[in-house]
């Protein structure tokens, strides 16, 4: 058969379960490695492995007496076989093929009969490290082959030789002390290098924790997780849950590791582990087979559980992260507690996500709606609790001032950009969610009744929602159209959506009269807004009256509501003393024409009859006549106080 080189320093072949290795002399040791044979020579492995030795030692002296005179009488040709051993090792090579089946039953009954004769050895290694694999790497290591040594095998091979006690005390440069010096000058100098090994650890517990492996790994990664390069954080991927929650606690106990290194890992992990989590990212770890659901459910406790407890950068563990993580969870049927964690969390950065982070589906049979509006809900309540705990926190000490309290209250307490993000992005989601036939009026309206006032510039967008709802659930009562309508504040909507809601037929008669009158209501403030711009220049020539109303309304604009009301009071009280102004001019402007009639009466009544020419009548005739000259006046509003003697008014000498 087909037959390829393996390894060098003498001929072997596999074939089934038992390794031979052919020398041109017969084997005369068979070791048995969990379901393996391996039938080699005693002499190589003898100098190399104490343990061996001992045990082929131990055999000799159970053999019955007339075996060992056998054996001592052999020694002279056991000699020779080992020279001839030791020289076919150093001309041939090891090579691996399959023979015929006629070959290898004669090669079993040559070495049956042989054990029979009393000239071979068995061993059996219930319990070997690494298993076969690695116990025939071990042997060629034995024969003189060169083994190679790589992350993957050099905690198997560090295992073997301390089982097989190949140690430097009984061999120079022996096994153990080859994979020591790779180990520590190869492997533990990256932290990618010791993943692998810890990985291939796994399998070789309890072996490569009292050989100290598993804590100089953990404790290499650790200490370069803080690394510029985090090329290798893919590499956390291969390990097993218990490997990992021991990296991820070392470097949480290090102060020299920062918050973005322990989430850059996080997220890693998560991403090539967790199924769904991150679409981008396909493949599964090589080494394991697909998880169950239950195995996935302790993986995405764990992640959870390593979640720094701080709001962080947001740059790694980002809100989309957070919430695929919280979809994740509820794909998996996570324990409640996880899931709480997972939403507070995501809170802390809330105003980072968009609308389709937020949009996770009701994967639970009892539910009605098509997407968990409950779930968000939850988050948008423990983001709105930081404010309250903040302003509870700077309130609640009474030796600290007033200006520390207000910084507390600003630094614990969402910014109000962040606030409106979060706003609108409610808004969005409602309009999102208000197509499903299933959505139920209480709960569209908790929702959109949880963010408070100040976190809506305007309310157009919640206006928009409202009329998607209205327009999915024809058939609402009147009063819980009334209901939904009155989650807008009408006050608080622009011109477009103030002409809108007037024409649209699917809102109550209350909410379109709401509209009109707050409409109505803008369009007064405009004019007055106009009319105070028009007499600011001449009022700012009369002092203020009231020097403490600005500083009292600026008390009282913390208040929105109590704002408006200030504001409106003022406003009222502008255009009565804007309308008492105008009343007072026009009283003047009749006074001044009631003269004018009588002086216009008593010039004509004092002319005489026959004087008068053809048009003397005319207006043109006595004003032609006696010099009258009336100037046109044109009445200006602007002016309060304009004062005009008659006699320049008419045009008239003194």
């Known amino acids: 058969m087909s037959s390829s080189s393996m390894a060098r320093h003498g001929p072997s072949r596999r074939g089934g379960e038992a390794w031979f290795c052919t020398t041109g002399l017969p084997s005369d040791v068979v070791f048995e490695v969990q379901d393996m044979s391996f039938h080699l020579h005693k002499f190589p492995l003898m100098s190399k492995s104490r343990k061996i030795s001992r045990m082929l030692a131990e055999q000799d002296e159970q053999r019955p007496a007339g075996q060992r005179r056998r054996r001592r009488r052999g020694s002279s040709v056991a000699n020779a076989e080992e020279h001839a051993v030791a020289a076919a090792a150093a001309e041939t090579e090891i090579v691996e093929a399959e023979e015929e089946e006629e070959e290898e039953d004669g090669d079993k009954e040559q070495e049956q009969v042989r054990m029979e004769d009393g000239k071979s050895y068995s061993i059996t290694f219930p319990d070997f490290p690494g298993g076969p694999g690695t116990f025939e790497a071990a042997a060629k290591f034995c024969y003189g082959v060169r083994v190679e040594l790589t992350p993957w095998n050099v905690a198997p091979l560090r295992c073997a030789a301390e089982y097989l006690e190949m140690t430097e005390e009984h061999s120079e440069d022996n096994l153990a002390a080859r994979a020591e010096a790779y ?170 996500a968009t609308v389709e982070d937020v949009l996770i589906p009701s994967y639970s049979g009892a539910a009605e709606t098509l997407y968990d509006v409950d779930c968000v809900e939850r988050v948008v309540r423990h983001f709105l609790a930081e404010e309250e705990v903040g302003e ?142 028009s007499t600011a220049s001449p009022r700012a020539r009369h002092p203020n009256p009231h020097p403490q109303r600005p500083a009292a309304a600026l008390r009282h604009a913390a208040d929105p509501s109590e704002a408006w009301r200030t504001t409106t009071v003022q406003e009222s009280q502008t255009l009565r003393v804007d309308m008492d102004g105008m009343r007072s001019r026009v009283q003047g402007l009749e006074r001044e024409c009631s003269s004018m009639r009588r002086a216009i009466k008593k010039i004509d009544g004092g002319a005489s009859p026959g004087s008068a020419g053809p048009d003397a009548d005319t207006p043109a005739g006595w004003r032609s006549r006696y010099r009258c000259k009336f100037s046109t006046q044109v009445c200006d509003s602007q002016a309060r106080d304009a004062v005009v003697s008659r006699a320049s008014r008419m045009g008239m000498s003194p």
């Open 183 to 352: 180990l520590s000058q190869s492997v533990l100098r990256h932290p990618g290098e010791a993943t692998k090994a810890l990985k291939s650890c796994e399998e070789l517990l309890p072996h490569t924790e009292e050989l100290g492996i598993v804590a100089r790994c953990v404790e290499t990664i650790a200490a370069r997780s803080s690394a510029t390069s985090r090329s290798w954080f893919g590499d956390l991927a291969v390990l097993g849950l218990h490997m990992y929650k021991r990296v991820m606690a070392a470097m949480a106990a290090r102060e020299d590791v920062r918050t973005e290194a322990l989430e850059g890992c996080l997220v890693s992990y998560a991403k090539a582990t967790l199924p769904g989590l991150s679409r981008s990212m396909r493949w599964r770890r090589a080494s394991a087979p697909v998880s169950s659901e239950v195995e996935q459910r302790d993986l995405l406790e764990a992640v959870v559980a390593s979640l720094p407890a701080d709001k962080g950068s947001g740059s790694v563990v980002t809100a989309k992260f957070l919430f695929a993580l919280l979809r994740t969870a509820h794909i998996l049927r996570a324990s409640d507690a996880a899931r709480a964690a997972i939403e507070r969390k995501a809170a802390t950065q809330l105003e980072q």
């Open 392 to 533: 509870d926190e700077a309130s609640s000490s009474a030796a600290i001032t007033e200006e520390e309290a207000a910084a507390r209250t600003t630094a614990s307490r969402p910014s109000a950009v962040a606030m409106v993000q979060v706003g609108k992005l409610v808004d969005n989601y409602l309009a999102e969610v208000a197509s499903d036939a299933n959505l139920k009026p209480a709960k569209f309206c908790k929702l959109a009744l949880a963010m408070p006032d100040h976190a809506r510039i305007y309310d157009d967008g919640v206006y928009r929602a409202v009329d998607i709802y209205l327009k999915a659930h024809p058939r609402l009562t009147a009063e819980e159209r009334d209901r939904v309508c009155g989650v807008v504040d009408c006050r608080k909507l622009t011109v477009e959506a103030c002409t809108h809601a007037a024409q649209n037929e699917r809102l109550p008669l209350r909410a379109v009269l709401q509209v009109l009158f707050f409409e109505q209501l803008q369009l007064r403030r405009a004019i007055t807004g106009t009319l105070l711009a």
